[in-house]
């Protein structure tokens, strides 16, 4: 009698860790669903026609189709360009236009109607005392129109006075 009941209680220990471990893998499931939109399943279900970045998430569905995001397909200005691919992530650019080729949309690009930024500091080259360099404070310590980050040694050191010239007689 007392050999039944240790089986017993052994057979309802053993149920008890399957059912756990069930539970357990569906804690899972459920877990990694949340955590990818279910793109992994509803892409495995379904026939995907390419996943260009082998995130789990067909092209068609992917927000930024060519960089791996699967946990990440968050579209802040709801342009359907997710914002790890979008050039104005903040303001809706579904044509993703960018006139200069500085990787800032048009939409907030100062300078896309203006001229060019070549060196992306947010200022347009047409106003840019340093158009080569970024300088975004636009700083010009001798005050020659030339800013200070592309200002030669020689042309700073003119502009600096002299010990002499500052010493009274």
Do not use: H
């Not at 053993?14 to 069930?22: C, D, M, P």
């Not at 060519?66 to 200005?77: F, I, K, L, M, T």
């Not at 700083?139 to 129109?145: A, I, N, Q, R």
Request: aromatic letters at 6%.
């Amino acid at each position: 009698m007392k050999q039944k009941k240790l089986e017993e209680k052994s057979n309802k220990s053993y149920l008890l860790i399957v059912v756990a471990v069930i539970a357990l893998v569906i804690v899972v499931f459920l877990v990694q669903q949340s955590l990818t939109g279910a793109a992994f399943w509803s892409n495995w279900l379904k026939k995907c026609t390419g996943d260009s970045d082998k995130d789990g998430i067909c092209n068609e569905k992917d927000k930024c189709p060519y960089v791996s995001d699967a946990n990440y397909q968050v579209d802040r200005d709801r342009d359907g360009i997710g914002d790890l691919c979008d050039n104005c992530p903040l303001r809706a650019n579904k044509d993703q236009k960018d006139s200069d080729g500085d990787n800032v949309g048009n939409y907030c690009d100062m300078c896309s109607e203006n001229g060019k930024d070549k060196d992306g500091d947010g200022v347009c080259d047409d106003k840019d005392n340093c158009p080569s360099i970024q300088n975004w404070n636009q700083k010009d310590s001798d005050k020659d129109g030339i800013g200070d980050s592309c200002d030669t040694a020689n042309d700073k050191a003119a502009a600096s006075p002299s010990p002499s010239a500052t010493k009274s007689p």
